[in-house]
């Protein structure tokens, strides 16, 4: 296995991807926006975290009606970032896009979004329908800019500043699967008695650039845990979406979005907790095969795998940010500091 030509989700021919950010004093959330192929994807949801705020994903269960979704929105702004979903409807309905019905469409939109409240320090600086058009104006297939940035411009992980990240694999059959995260956890992305990260090891060869979190690097992690963690319920949620080439239905999505959860596992502890609203989306845009049974279970290893290594990347290329609300150290700022 290896990773694609950017390692990143727009790898799976066809998904684009852009991002949004709220400009303006008290402002640090912004907005994610995966766009399928045209004709949309079948998708699946799986959400394990307590506290999850999310959009349309009842549609997602394989016993409904709509089959495919046209893109994907993940989001800053608690529930209030929902909004932003709208603002992509409106881009694809204008396009021709969606799902056909008498007189017109209905594009089909799931979203997540993260809890950033706040941290800015203006809590009514939220994502709305304009960073959902931004970020779709913004969509490309080119490489993805991670950090700092869309849904991950006020993420924290761990009390250490979370972002966005994104990995990609290229199967030995030619099937290649990826993933999106924007990395928001109560939890700790590192290793809170040696500052080691603990998804690092899922890298292929050479992928990371990991500084030496040197002989107190756990005490430099867990010092930002102690002082910035979510301590109360729905503060936290990491949200993902998982994209591959392969042909998959419904059910087959929502399987891999479950296997995409093991990603999670591996690269935060603790995970999934009362204080999080955890979920991943798949997607399948069906221009390979539908997998055969031992091709399928390659899938899902790989699935969880490049989650855990965009959570990797995120917490990498996240950068140290200051605001009225608070100071968020980097990673790598945080064991640099050590």
Not at 76 to 95: I, T
């Amino acid at each position: 296995m290896i990773a694609g030509p950017h390692n990143d989700i727009t790898d799976v021919a066809g998904i684009r991807v852009g991002h949004a950010q709220l400009d303006g004093e008290g402002a640090l959330s912004g907005t994610t926006v995966v766009l399928a192929p045209p004709g949309g994807a079948a998708a699946g949801v799986d959400v394990r975290g307590a506290a999850p705020g999310t959009r349309e994903t009842d549609l997602l269960d394989p016993r409904n009606t709509v089959d495919r979704v046209h893109a994907i929105v993940l989001g800053g702004g608690s529930a209030y970032g929902l909004d932003a979903a709208s603002g992509v409807m409106a881009r694809l309905e204008e396009a021709g896009t969606g799902f056909a019905v008498p007189g017109g469409v209905v594009p089909i939109v799931p979203a997540a979004v993260l809890f950033d409240l706040g941290r800015g320090g203006r809590f009514t600086a939220r994502p709305g329908a304009a960073q959902g058009i931004a970020a779709h104006d913004a969509a490309t297939d080119g490489p993805v800019v991670q950090g700092v940035v869309g849904a991950g411009t006020g993420a924290v992980a761990g009390g250490l500043k979370g972002g966005i990240g994104s990995a990609s694999a290229l199967l030995d059959d030619g099937t290649t699967v990826a993933a999106i995260v924007a990395v928001n956890a109560v939890g700790s992305p590192a290793d809170l008695a040696t500052g080691h990260l603990h998804g690092a090891r899922r890298g292929l060869p050479g992928e990371f650039d990991l500084p030496d979190p040197g002989a107190r690097g756990g005490a430099a992690v867990a010092g930002a845990l102690a002082r910035h963690a979510a301590r109360s319920a729905g503060t936290a949620t990491t949200i993902a979406v998982l994209a591959t080439d392969a042909t998959l239905d419904k059910a087959g999505c929502a399987r891999l979005a479950t296997v995409g959860h093991d990603g999670l596992a591996r690269s935060i502890a603790p995970v999934h907790t009362v204080m999080d609203g955890d979920t991943i989306f798949a997607m399948a845009t069906g221009t390979r095969p539908a997998p055969d049974l031992p091709a399928l279970f390659a899938l899902h290893a790989a699935a969880a795998d490049v989650v855990a290594r965009a959570i990797v990347h995120a917490v990498l290329k996240a950068t140290s940010v200051s605001t009225p609300a608070g100071t968020w150290p980097s990673y790598r700022d945080a064991v640099a500091g050590s």
